[in-house]
Structures are given as structure tokens and as C-alpha cells.
């Protein structure tokens, strides 16, 4: 058995309640990590990712399927989407795979994004204004933090401006082979746009009825404990990294009760209007054409 489904997108749309309410299904294995990043070889990891270094590392993140019960093998990498290579490297490996694309308004996900790249600390710019008015600089290279481990993970126009993304996804997948959710569908109706998940892989219902969040809007309760896990001292960095990795592997549940504990939930701080009427600029004509692309009118985004 090889994975067959991958979320591959994009960051702060939903991915991870759709990857959670999939993992406990009976019929489905999603990998624990949710996003291994192991196809997106174009994208630098950072520090703190646990991407596989071989086919045989990443496929034994699959080691306890079973073919008698699991149909579905999947993983949600949110980083496939914007990455050049994923996508291709993906069907070469399985040309069946089917691909689930979630996306949101720009507008959100741009400050979403930035909120979760302070949270790992792969972002300098507490501000997200100061970090919006940095694009061109670090598009040239310049202002790029540290644990970044290159611009990818902060240039936030280029994460958000999504019609290239799945224009380029839909030109070499077949069309029966992707299921694309708007986010706005799902908050109203999860119930609803997880089913047709379901009837998209063809899974049987399981009845879920609980559609709790996940991974919401959060910050660290102790940075220095946080930045020592997610970026140890050079000396320490292969012994956490074979920690955290054990530690996932045999008992996930454990983990997740740990990251609660480091985590406080954080709301989101607004923005001023005129930096709020300057994004809805940047992105109005890929909003247009992502519309134009999916039949859908979505211009209510920055109207």
C-alpha cells in the first residue's frame, strides 16, 4: 500500500480538521506528522520540520496500514500546493492519487499565516504590518529571518495568491482526481463538506457529528522553553530531533496533550483599514481569476 490522498493545501484554510476528522475514520490512515513536506524538495525545511530523508523514511510513516481495512493512505503537506515539483513528483510516484485543495480569503490567510510563522518562530516581525511592508525586500532576498531557512515561509503575497497555484494543480490532474473546498463552505456547513470528502474517496460515513476546530489561532505560553523544542543548540539537535520523532511515532495523543499545555489561545489583532483596502488590492485580480477558474464568484472577498 502506498499514500493515495494528499491535502496539499493551502496553509490556514482548514486543512488540519479535515486531516484530523479523515484520521479517525475507520477506513483512513492519515501520517503522523500531518505534513511530512517530503515532495516540495524545492522548498527549504526549516529547523523544526521532521521531513523524511528517503522514500523509505517517508513511506514508513505508513507503516501500519492495513489492506484489509484502510482504502485511504493520506498525508495534508500544505506547502505541495505553491511548491513547483510536489504536485509532478507526486503522480510519477502514484498517478492515481487523488488531491484535496482548500483555500480561503487571502485576506485571512495572510495574517493567519504570519500569526503561525511568529508562533514557530520563523518570523521576526511581530507586526504584521511591518512584515506586509517587507515583501519586495525579502522577494529580493533581503530581511529574511533567520529560522526561515529562506523567504518561502514569509513571503506572504506569494502564499496567498492562489490561481497560479491551482491553475498549475488542475492542468496536470485529472479533474476527477481533485476535490476543491472553499473554506467559507466549510465553517458553514463542515458536516456537510465533510461528507462529500467522503463520497469523494469513497468512504463509507462514519456519522461524525463532532466538528470541533482545530488548530485555531494560538501563541506560545513560555517562547525561551518553545524556541529551545523547535530550535535546539547545535550539540542537541539530532538527540530532540530523534525525541520528537519517537515520541510521535509511538504515542501521538501524548504529543498533542503536550502541545496544548505549551500553547494559549491568541486572537488574532486587527488591522487599520487603508492596510486592509491595500490587500484587497493586491490580491483583487487573483481573487478575479481564481473565480473565473473554479466557476465561482468569489469577489465578495474584497468587496
Not at 119 to 135: G, K, T
Not at 142 to 164: M, Q, T
Not at 188 to 199: F, H, I, T
Not at 283 to 298: A, E, M, P, V
Request: proline content about 6%; overall charge positive; glycine content about 2%.
Amino acid at each position: 500500500m502506498i499514500p493515495n490522498l494528499f491535502i496539499v493545501g493551502a496553509p490556514k484554510c482548514g486543512t488540519s480538521a479535515i486531516a484530523y476528522y479523515l484520521s479517525e475514520h475507520p477506513n483512513a490512515l492519515i501520517s503522523s506528522p500531518k505534513e511530512p513536506f517530503f515532495w516540495s524538495d524545492d522548498i527549504k525545511a526549516s529547523g523544526h520540520e521532521l521531513r523524511p530523508c528517503s522514500l523509505d523514511e517517508y513511506l514508513n510513516l505508513f507503516k501500519d496500514a492495513n489492506p484489509k481495512q484502510h482504502s485511504i493512505l493520506g498525508e495534508g503537506s500544505t506547502s505541495y500546493l505553491r511548491s513547483l515539483v510536489a504536485v509532478p513528483n507526486i503522480l510519477k510516484f502514484n498517478p492515481d492519487a487523488k488531491f484535496i485543495v482548500m483555500l480561503r480569503n487571502p485576506l485571512d490567510v495572510v495574517q493567519a499565516y504570519h500569526m503561525e510563522q511568529v508562533y514557530l518562530m520563523r518570523e521576526d516581525q511581530i507586526d504584521f504590518a511591518q512584515a506586509w511592508a517587507l515583501q519586495k525586500k525579502r522577494e529580493a532576498g533581503l530581511n529574511i529571518p533567520k529560522n526561515a531557512k529562506g523567504s518561502d515561509h514569509v513571503l506572504y503575497r506569494k502564499i496567498a495568491s492562489f490561481h497560479n497555484q491551482v491553475q498549475r494543480l488542475l492542468e496536470i490532474v485529472p479533474r476527477d482526481q481533485v476535490k476543491i473546498i472553499i473554506f467559507d463552505d466549510f465553517k458553514e456547513n463542515c458536516e456537510k463538506e465533510y461528507k462529500s470528502v467522503l463520497r469523494f474517496l469513497n468512504l463509507e460515513d462514519d456519522k461524525r457529528d463532532n466538528f470541533e476546530p482545530i488548530n485555531s489561532a494560538h501563541a506560545q505560553r513560555w517562547p525561551l522553553f518553545a524556541k529551545l523544542i523547535l530550535y535546539p543548540p547545535r550539540p542537541l539537535q539530532i538527540p530532540f530531533r530523534k525525541l520528537r520523532r519517537f515520541l510521535i511515532d509511538n504515542d501521538f495523543k501524548f504529543v498533542n496533550w503536550v502541545k496544548k499545555k505549551l500553547n494559549v489561545k491568541k486572537n488574532r489583532i486587527s488591522i487599520d483599514e487603508d492596510l486592509e483596502s491595500e490587500i484587497k488590492e493586491y490580491f483583487k485580480t487573483d481573487i478575479d481569476n481564481l473565480g473565473t477558474l473554479l466557476d465561482r464568484d468569489l469577489s465578495y472577498w474584497y468587496k
